[in-house]
């Protein structure tokens, strides 16, 4: 697994995990690596120092349990909107705005949005963040 620091066109700043340099270049040449924080796919690298495994680094949680971790982590996040949101389709910019400037009732809430819309809100400053996706599904 290879880690890249990323950075979309909005300068949000985050992290991706590749099976392969190759497989980071595939994904983002079809638009599939996006910002976790606006969805943008205008995402490029950030130049980081390589991490090289030492023995130090020999008994601390693997690779694959960290990716376990962060995914249950994500799946009780999204549930947890669900569960306690209000979710309003694909009239989701239309709400979010009246809620950022006080015409609509303060509250949680989840839906649709298109690239436009989210681009637009996000330029006029509307707190948003995209639901992180469902848990892969486990065959046992």
Known sequence: MIKYALVCAFEHQFEGWFGSSDEYDDQARRGLVSCPLCGSSDVRKQI??????GTKARGGPGEAS????VMEAMGRMRR???????YVGDRFATEARAIHEGSAEERG?????????????IEDGVQIAPLPPEPPKTSH
Do not use: C
């Open 80 to 86: 947890h909107v669900i569960d306690n949101f209000d």
């Open 109 to 121: 809430i989840y839906g649709e949005a298109t690239r436009k819309e989210v681009t637009g809100l």
């Open 66 to 69: 960290t990716r376990t971790m």
């Open 48 to 53: 980081m120092a390589p991490s090289v495994a």
